[in-house]
């Protein structure tokens, strides 16, 4: 059974740009959630889709967007970079409430 | 906010020794996972416990849970060079929608 995938696994943007990420969950999980981990902050939760609705967001500013398709691949964009967005992102997958989560291998987002 | 507190921060022991390490949460839980990532990558699933749950093992893994402390720890027996890598505990939210972080224990084992 295929793990979560995230795609791409490194990226170097400039200030002001906008990137969109990419997760696909393990086949049958129609739970993605995200999340932003830095060295100062850690783990923080961004948002989690359940079957296409946004079911819960964390505290960041609207830059930071996501949504979710019927085969439950989600994406995740961030518009007017920053520096301070330079993080690794991670997904996971769950395949419903309370059960186990995965976490794909992140995508490194440098922003210069 | 994260929820979680890792402690120690960071724990150095030598290869065959046991390493402990333990998480305190804030609010009352649903279940607690364990996660292993090795220097910035994805994080790996280690075990998952059940509020109703007071003690699991998985291979040389074995994981406590007090829900009257509100912490739990993680025990690796014999350790080896490879258990190098941080340790995260996560609470889920009442909800069950939302992971809450600890900050992480930084275990190293020298060979």
């Known amino acids: 059974k295929a793990g979560v995938t995230q795609t791409p696994r490194y990226l170097i943007k400039t200030r002001g740009q906008q990137v969109t990420l990419s997760c696909s969950p393990i086949?049958?999980?129609?739970?993605v959630s995200w999340y932003q981990q830095t060295p100062g902050q850690g783990l923080q939760f961004l948002f989690e889709?359940?079957?296409?609705?946004?079911?819960n967001k964390g505290n960041f500013p609207g830059r930071f967007s996501g949504r979710q398709f019927s085969n439950s691949r989600s994406e995740m964009n961030v518009s007017t970079l920053e520096l301070g967005d330079s993080a690794l992102y991670l997904c996971?997958?769950?395949?419903?409430?309370?059960?186990?989560?995965?976490f794909g291998q992140g995508t490194r987002l440098t922003v210069v | 906010s994260q929820q979680g507190e890792e402690d120690p921060q960071a724990l150095s022991i030598q290869e065959g020794e046991n390493a402990t390490m333990n998480c305190s949460y804030k609010?009352?839980?649903?279940?607690l996972q364990w996660y292993r990532q090795n220097s910035g990558r994805g994080l790996v699933h280690l075990i998952l416990i059940r509020s109703n749950e007071r003690e699991k093992h998985s291979g040389r893994l074995r994981v406590t849970l007090d829900t009257s402390k509100k912490s739990s720890s993680l025990l690796i027996t014999a350790s080896r060079a490879a258990d190098t890598a941080s340790y995260f505990c996560a609470t889920d939210s009442n909800t069950g929608n939302q992971f809450y972080f600890g900050t992480g224990t930084s275990l190293t084992v020298i060979p």
């Open positions: 996971a997958s769950r395949q419903d409430i309370l059960a186990e989560a995965f």
């Open positions: 889709y359940f079957s296409e609705t946004q079911r």
């Open positions: 086949s049958g999980h129609r739970s």
């Open positions: 609010t009352s839980i649903n279940n």
